[in-house]
């Protein structure tokens, strides 16, 4: 590469909390407009915010959640500017002291070019309040001030990404971070999560380049193509020997490119002060402990360890990573089989098959998502006794997917369908091989060719053949029959 990128991100999370940061109004997405607002969130002369304790708590989980460190003390600034969404004509954020600094997160993924593994490191973590939201309608504009004063926490990374797969994965890992916690949605699509990315480029060891901004990704995707096509723009530009202009623009996803927005602020142009209505931040020890209580195992250190104790792939530990409430349901669910009998590779390979294919089909058919686990028909205890059914030969794998359907049909144990439908599965050697004899009987043209074909014939017509003898017995049982056994009676048949 004739040029080195670098690479940070500003990304703004909604802190789930019941209401703002600066005021007691509801804090909830998709309400009717202007309906959640009041005199502290507008601005109105003669107000004084009252700092959201909950919102203070969450952001500290998250700053140490990315290794942050926490300031003995923290407090607000207003930053001065102008924008038809903020009624103040300033937004009170937190500038000087933010309530996390100077942590780091490791990057480990997939790339398309291999594999990722990086540190990144975090400048910081404040908290501030949101803008309202604009609606543009053809010649009009409109303003959503339910929005405004809502919790938001912007982290800040150093520029340590060099590509835009690299800022992608960022992203995602962060995404899946804060719903771990249960501090944040990370729905993109409304807005809960989006990202700010600087991207500049520079001859090897010449240091920073120019830095342009592509505000208000709404997708991690989109951060991938924003920065990757600025990358190659910014090149093309030095190339041409013209000069890169510091700027901020954004990603027009419907033309595949990004645009110019306005020329960038600086820290300076905002004109940060300390907001005199809001008191200085000290956490006490009551607090810390408090957040230190609330953290959960992150889900990137959960992965590895699904791998080490249950033996599972890394693609099939990621998957079921992706949600807590799934990885939850997983290991409840090896729990209650390990209680049952199996062992716990084997418990655990049984119930991610079933979590990644057949479960997974259903959650998606019935417009149920994975973070809705808590309410499922099929709990931890009846998928690992189905599991273990099936184990022990005491139902088929074809029937125990019906029994699967029937338990969310019915809301019954697996066991009690399975007596009920008579789905138990045969084993009985000499019940079997009467079925077979009953097939042989009625297929006799098949098995002359196929014992014609026995002593050298055509191998693939030979396995035809015998599979077709094999389908035939287990579909007059119903499905019932084991498989094993019915291939055993098959061949002895044969030779007989």
């Known amino acids: 590469m004739k040029y080195q990128s670098f690479i940070g991100l500003e ?17 909830a997405f998709g309400d009717e407009p202007n309906t959640n607002v009041c005199p502290v969130c507008m601005g109105y002369p003669g107000v004084l915010p009252a700092l959201n304790i909950e919102a203070m708590r969450m952001g500290c989980m998250v700053a140490k959640s990315l290794n942050c460190t926490i300031p003995e003390k923290t407090w607000f600034e207003r930053k001065q500017y102008f924008y038809p969404d903020m009624t ?4 009170i954020s937190q500038f000087a002291s933010p309530l996390g600094q100077k942590g780091w997160v490791d990057l480990e993924g997939k790339g398309r070019q291999g594999a990722i593994k990086k540190r990144v490191r975090i400048t910081e973590c404040h908290l501030e309040e949101d803008a309202g939201k604009m609606i543009h309608t053809g010649t009009a504009s409109l303003l959503d001030y339910n929005r405004a004063g809502v919790s938001l926490l912007e982290i800040v990374t150093e520029p340590d990404m060099e590509t835009g797969e690299e800022a992608e994965l960022f992203i995602q890992q962060l995404r899946r971070t804060v719903r771990y916690l249960g501090v944040c949605d990370g729905n993109m699509e409304e807005g809960s999560l989006r990202a700010d990315a600087n991207v500049s480029i520079n001859l090897p060891g010449k240091g920073l380049g120019k830095k342009v901004e592509i505000k208000n990704l709404n997708s991690s995707r989109f951060v991938r193509l924003g920065l990757d096509y600025e990358i190659v723009r910014q090149g093309e530009l030095l ?3 013209k000069e890169v202009i510091q700027e901020t623009r954004l990603w027009n996803e419907n033309r595949d490119e990004t645009a110019i927005m306005r020329t960038k602020e600086n820290a300076k142009d905002y004109r940060f002060f300390p907001e005199p209505d809001l008191p200085v931040f000290t956490p006490d020890a009551a607090f810390l402990k408090s957040v230190e209580e609330a953290l959960t195992e992150l889900p990137l250190k959960r992965q590895r360890r699904f791998e080490a104790d249950y033996g599972l792939t890394e693609e099939q530990a990621d998957l079921i990573c992706e949600e807590k409430a799934q990885a939850d349901y997983f290991e409840a669910a090896v729990k209650q089989a390990c209680g049952q009998g199996l ?3 084997d418990a655990a390979g049984r119930i991610a098959n079933w979590l990644l294919t057949d479960i997974k089909h259903i959650l998606h058919r019935d417009g149920i998502s994975a973070s809705e686990f808590g309410s499922f028909k099929l709990t931890p205890q009846r998928l690992a006794s189905l599991l273990v059914l099936i184990a022990k030969g005491t139902v088929s794998g074809k029937n125990g997917k019906q029994t699967l359907e029937a338990v969310l049909a019915e809301d019954k144990d697996p066991a009690a369908i399975i007596k009920e439908r ?4 045969i084993v009985d050697p000499a019940k079997i091989a009467g079925i077979v004899q009953t097939v042989f ?5 098949t098995v002359d060719e196929l014992r014609s074909l026995l002593s050298g014939g055509n191998p693939k017509r030979t396995n035809t053949l015998r599979a077709y003898l094999v389908g035939k017995a287990l579909a007059a049982t119903g499905g019932r029959a084991d498989p094993k056994i019915v291939g055993t009676q098959v061949e002895q048949l044969l030779q007989a």
């Open 11 to 27: 990304v703004h999370i909604h802190l789930l909390t019941k209401t703002k940061v600066f005021c007691g109004c509801r804090s």
């Open 88 to 91: 103040k004509n300033y937004q």
């Open 239 to 241: 190339d041409a020997g």
């Open 343 to 345: 062992e716990n590779k």
């Open 422 to 425: 008579g789905w138990e599965q």
């Open 441 to 445: 009987a009625a297929e006799q043209a």
